[in-house]
């Protein structure tokens, strides 16, 4: 039996089979949730390739094999969470290394950057990517690592992911692209040159918004090995209960994404339209500054959107209306949610930085479920009379 559906069959094959096969003992289908930190080894200097749970569950590395291939790359890293993955990367760095980083990324990483890896001597410098040559003016003799995130949370803004990995080429630095918001399913970084791609597992891979999980997917051999060291060493594993919830969530990730993308333009079009909003932030859109480069680098916008209301009272008038769309943290779920990413998400952003990047007290960020549309648009059409 092998554990690997080939890389050449199609997305949606690869979503349900891709590194897992039938546990051989019993023929069970899914792979067994492995709940054990130990494995007994049969003789002193002679164990079965497991060992200690830290470093290797065959849960999480069906998990990995998985996701690897829906990247289509060849090895994948779960970890506790999207930003325990992100750590990792940058601990491949030493102090006097030089980070450049997106600046308008999810408001977690922004405080691990600016907040606590900092303090340990990495240095990091936050440019507008949308101009790869920004991100070239940002570089130094010690850059060792390139991060971005497309599109960009909340403003959806895109980053050339060719162009940039070619900036990245020519100075020697890693490109790590974060792909939670498209997933594999509308854009791969590998493909364009990304040498690690960062999920947020949390959102739409696993899509049922009950787990916390991250992961990173690699071409290299090197880069992996020393990865899978640093994982190793420093702990963030995720248990075998959440790989497994990951694992589950995936099989479906194609017929989820389908649906989140056709309700996410649904939505979007239907924001552009409503006389209540000022502007709508949506790649899919013919309007999006960058829809040229959207449809360059991916085949799908997913499900979110965000628009401008012009005030903190008129968000939070349409956010507290709303039946359907949830007010809640987080996205990638099948529910729809709605928040205001000034004061949840991107709270501990600096408000000058903030507003710098047009993340105002007026912007609403949806994650557009995969619920009826017309139920949706029913929905907000309530939440906006009168605004
Ligand atoms: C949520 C999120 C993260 C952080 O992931 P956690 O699983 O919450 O640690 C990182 N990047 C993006 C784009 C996210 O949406």
């Known amino acids: 039996m092998t554990h690997m559906t080939p890389s050449d069959d199609a997305f949606a094959t690869r979503a349900i089979h891709g590194g897992q096969a039938p546990e051989p003992t019993t023929g069970a289908i899914m792979p067994p949730i492995y709940q054990t930190s130990t ?5 002193l200097g002679g164990h079965l390739g497991y060992e200690y749970a830290r470093v290797q569950n065959p849960t999480r590395e069906a998990l990995e094999r998985n996701l690897a291939s829906l990247e289509g790359g060849n090895f994948g890293l779960a970890f506790a969470s999207g930003l325990a993955a992100i750590e990792a990367v940058v601990k491949t760095l030493s102090a006097g290394d030089h980070v450049v980083s997106e600046e308008n990324t999810y408001g977690g990483t922004n405080r691990m950057f600016n907040k606590v890896l900092s303090r340990l001597g990495v240095d990091f410098t936050f440019v507008d990517s949308r101009d790869p040559e920004a991100v070239r003016d940002a570089l130094r003799p010690e850059t060792r690592l390139i991060h971005l995130e497309t599109p960009t949370n909340p403003m959806m803004r895109l980053c050339d992911l060719e162009a940039i990995a070619e900036i990245a080429g020519e100075a020697q630095a890693l490109l790590m692209v974060d792909n939670t918001f498209s997933t594999p399913f509308n854009q791969r970084p590998l493909e364009f040159g990304a040498d690690v791609v960062v999920h947020s597992t949390t959102k739409y891979l696993n899509g049922h918004s009950d787990v916390i999980g991250g992961a990173l997917v690699v071409d290299d051999e090197e880069l992996f090995d020393e990865l899978s060291f640093i994982r190793k060493s420093t702990g963030a594993v995720p248990g075998p209960m959440d790989a ?26 239907f924001l552009e339209e409503h006389p209540a909003t000022q502007a709508v932030h949506y790649p899919g859109l013919p309007s999006h500054p960058q829809h040229a480069l959207a449809l360059r680098q991916m085949t799908g916008f997913t499900g979110m959107v965000s628009v401008e209301l012009g005030s903190g009272e ?11 769309f949830a007010l809640a943290e ?20 600096a408000p000058d930085r903030r507003d710098a990047m047009g993340v105002t007290e007026g912007l609403v960020r949806l994650s557009v479920g995969i619920e009826d549309p017309a139920d949706l648009l029913e929905d907000l059409t309530e939440a906006l009379k009168g605004l």
């Open 330 to 349: 987080s996205l990638g779920g099948v529910e729809s949610l709605i928040g205001v990413p000034a004061l949840m998400t991107h709270a501990s952003v």
């Open 244 to 269: 497994w919830l990951v694992l589950r969530g995936t099989k479906t990730l194609h017929l989820r994404m389908k649906a989140h993308n056709e309700n996410g333009l649904a939505v979007a079009r």
């Open 39 to 43: 494995y007994v080894q049969p003789e």
């Open 314 to 324: 008129r968000a939070r008038t349409m956010v507290e209306r709303t039946r359907l």
